[in-house]
């Protein structure tokens, strides 16, 4: 991912939609990556991983998809709840490197209304 | 189980004083320890990982240091801190061979 701008993106949706946030990452090396959970004044949580060698995965209520094509990343959540509200982050590790050097895409903030 | 010890959570510092941030991670050997910074409105950037004790690597020129004097401790330092030096600043820690980061709580940092 890459920090651009100084104004997260937000997505605004009702209880019990489904929503999806989008990534877009830069490095055609990078084979691994995760979505994390940033709540406010927290650190981040992981959510989901997945490996460049798949395009799809799924977890509880969360998806995964991966186009390596358009190096584009996004995270689908599954009737989303005001627990779910946070700054949501994707990040991406070249392959080879340590994990804790991912690079972190800027974030964006998702709103649940109930 | 492994847990991971930051603090302060906040820290109203003025231009020109030190800093030191710590973080201590039980439960676990070994493991590789990162500190990163998030600015107001963007990603998490990479400052500094260790992954043994004194052995620190910087990713970014900046005027705080990192060290390592046990194997669980990361500390945080700077001798003048900046008003740029404000964020919020995160440690983390991995278990080597493993597929997952964990993040501290953070220190929220305000330069005034």
């Known amino acids: 991912g890459e920090s651009v701008g100084l104004h997260l993106p937000t997505l605004s949706v009702q209880e019990g939609d489904n929503s999806i946030i989008n990534c877009a990452y830069s490095?055609?090396?990078?084979?691994?990556f995760i979505w994390y959970k940033q709540e406010s004044g927290k650190g981040p949580q992981f959510i989901i991983d997945?490996?460049?060698?798949?395009d799809k995965r799924q977890g509880q209520r969360v998806t995964v998809l991966l186009n390596k094509t358009v190096k584009h990343l996004s995270l689908q959540i599954a009737a989303t709840q005001p627990g779910d509200s946070a700054v949501y982050f994707c990040a991406d590790l070249p392959s080879g490197t340590s994990y804790g050097k991912l690079t972190f895409g800027q974030g964006t903030i998702l709103t649940v209304h109930p | 189980s492994q847990t991971i010890h930051q603090w302060p959570a906040t820290l109203v510092q003025p231009v020109g004083s030190p800093l030191s941030l710590e973080c201590t991670v039980e439960g676990t050997s070994n493991p590789n320890l990162y500190w990163y910074r998030q600015a107001a409105g963007r990603g998490l950037q990479l400052l500094f990982y260790?992954?043994?004790?004194?052995?620190i690597s910087s990713e970014v020129p900046q005027n705080l240091s990192a060290s390592r004097p046990q194997d669980r401790q990361f500390i945080l330092s700077s001798k003048k801190l900046l008003l740029s030096d404000s964020g919020f600043y995160l440690c983390a820690w991995e278990r080597r061979g493993d597929t997952e980061a964990f993040f501290g709580q953070g220190t929220r940092l305000t330069v005034v």
């Open positions: 997945i490996r460049s060698n798949m």
């Open positions: 260790s992954v043994g004790i004194g052995q």
């Open positions: 490095n055609s090396a990078s084979d691994y």
